[in-house]
């Protein structure tokens, strides 16, 4: 079971500082991306994508050298190896498997992805009654609200956490649950919306 003290990995002086550093990364990242991209796509269209690559390597090797001391790694599975059966090799690994909730992520994956999608075709490429928006945001919406759904289910408890018992929720619902949370979900999803909005209709 979850406890604050198991996910809060720093104290409340240092997670301001952090923040505070993300808010100025995240600033200098909304003034000088588009400018980036603009140069990319007057140059060649394929390096708004190729420029992902060498992106993201030098920050998975920055994680690694940096942050390796703050990295839990992989944590113990108590409800699957016991107490006195350690599993290894191919075992372990098809057990460690079983902890996944696949159809929860798959849920996800698709439901934000059509919102994202419909949102992003709406006004811009297709009108917004256009059935394409439409059916994009519908189907999404609908997808979105079945992962809610499935979290409170996997939930301690209930249904489906009796049905798969080794399954881990994509979302604990303890979490979902706090208001502080769901409130900082939906600012979280309302600002980077209008961000997103600004620059499409920008551009």
């Given at each position: 079971?979850?406890?604050?003290?198991s996910?809060?990995?720093?104290?409340?002086?240092?997670?301001?500082?952090?923040?505070?550093?993300?808010?100025?990364?995240?600033?200098?990242?909304?003034?000088?991306?588009?400018?980036?991209?603009?140069?990319?796509?007057?140059?060649?269209?394929?390096?708004?994508?190729a420029?992902?690559?060498?992106?993201?390597?030098?920050?998975?090797?920055?994680?690694?050298?940096v942050?390796?001391?703050?990295?839990?790694?992989?944590?113990?599975?108590?409800?699957?190896?016991?107490?006195?059966?350690?599993?290894?090799?191919?075992?372990?690994?098809?057990a460690?498997?079983?902890t996944?909730?696949?159809?929860?992520q798959?849920?996800f994956?698709?439901?934000?992805?059509?919102l994202?999608?419909?949102?992003?075709?709406?006004?811009?490429?297709?009108?917004?009654?256009?059935?394409?928006?439409?059916?994009?945001?519908?189907?999404?919406?609908?997808?979105?609200i079945?992962?809610?759904?499935?979290?409170?289910?996997?939930?301690?408890?209930?249904?489906?956490?009796?049905?798969?018992?080794?399954?881990?929720?994509?979302?604990?619902?303890?979490?979902?649950?706090?208001?502080?949370?769901?409130?900082?979900?939906?600012?979280?999803?309302?600002?980077?919306?209008?961000?997103?909005?600004?620059?499409?209709?920008?551009?």
């Open positions: 079971m979850l406890t604050p003290a996910w809060e990995q720093v104290t409340l002086k240092e997670n301001a500082k952090n923040n505070s550093i993300f808010a100025l990364f995240g600033g200098l990242s909304y003034a000088v991306g588009p400018v980036i991209g603009g140069f990319l796509t007057n140059a060649n269209w394929r390096w708004c994508f420029i992902n690559l060498p992106v993201g390597a030098l920050g998975m090797c920055l994680v690694f050298l942050l390796r001391p703050q990295l839990l790694g992989p944590q113990p599975l108590p409800e699957l190896l016991g107490r006195d059966n350690e599993l290894r090799g191919f075992r372990k690994f098809k460690q498997l079983s996944i909730d696949f159809f929860g798959i849920l994956l698709f439901g934000l992805g059509l994202v999608l419909g949102l992003t075709w709406g006004g811009a490429r297709y009108r917004w009654n256009d059935v394409r928006v439409v059916s994009t945001i519908t189907i999404g919406s609908v997808l979105s079945c992962f809610v759904v499935w979290q409170y289910l996997m939930a301690p408890g209930r249904y489906l956490s009796r049905k798969f018992p080794f399954e881990r929720p994509t979302l604990p619902w303890k979490l979902l649950a706090q208001r502080n949370m769901y409130l900082l979900f939906f600012i979280n999803f309302a600002t980077g919306m209008g961000e997103s909005l600004t620059i499409r209709d920008s551009v």
